[in-house]
């Protein structure tokens, strides 16, 4: 048989703090209990977005312009970082298809906003979220 009890003694933005009495077979434990609050959720997306613009930079400063992605760069990034969501990425006619749906200005480079809409489209498709 087992069972817990948790008591929280105090909770502030980051963590709850408490003591967590566990019991199995009749013996009793306790452990001291810090458990990330909500803000968690939040720590994860920024973190999310922090990679999202470390990785465009990466990939935007090998050639050309460092803030925008020239074809090949794109190519290099949507290979090497997408494999699972963008299909045949090593197809010069799918990455110049994917390119020209999302080059606005048709100037054959991807600003960040640009590029971004992929990543909208992406996840938007990833969470079955109509478009
Ligand atoms: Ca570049
Ligand atoms: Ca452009």
Same mark, same amino acid.
């Given at each position: 048989?087992?069972?817990?009890d948790?008591?929280?003694?105090?909770e502030?933005?980051?963590?709850?703090?408490?003591?967590v009495?566990?019991?199995?077979?009749g013996?009793?434990?306790?452990?001291?209990?810090?458990?990330?609050?909500?803000?968690?959720?939040?720590?994860?997306? +920024?973190?999310?977005? $922090?990679?999202?613009?470390?990785?465009?930079?990466t990939? @935007?400063? &090998?050639? =050309?312009?460092? %803030?925008t992605?020239?074809?090949d760069e794109?190519?290099?990034?949507?290979?090497s970082?997408?494999?699972?969501y963008?299909?045949?990425?090593?197809?010069?006619?799918?990455?110049?298809?994917?390119?020209?749906s999302?080059?606005e200005?048709?100037?054959? +480079?991807?600003?960040? $906003?640009?590029f971004?809409?992929?990543?909208?489209?992406? @996840?938007? &498709?990833? =969470?079955?979220? %109509?478009?």
């Open positions: 048989m087992f069972s817990a948790v008591c929280i003694s105090r502030d933005e980051a963590y709850i703090f408490g003591e009495m566990v019991t199995v077979k013996q009793s434990s306790q452990y001291l209990l810090r458990h990330a609050a909500l803000q968690t959720q939040k720590v994860i997306m +920024e973190a999310a977005i $922090s990679t999202l613009v470390t990785q465009f930079k990939y @935007a400063g &090998k050639d =050309g312009s460092s %803030s992605l020239s074809k794109f190519q290099h990034l949507v290979a970082q997408l494999p699972n963008v299909k045949n990425a090593s197809d010069p006619a799918v990455i110049d298809q994917l390119m020209g999302l080059d200005n048709n100037d054959g +480079e991807l600003t960040f $906003s640009e971004w809409q992929l990543i909208g489209k992406l @996840a938007s &498709k990833q =969470g079955g979220f %109509s478009q």
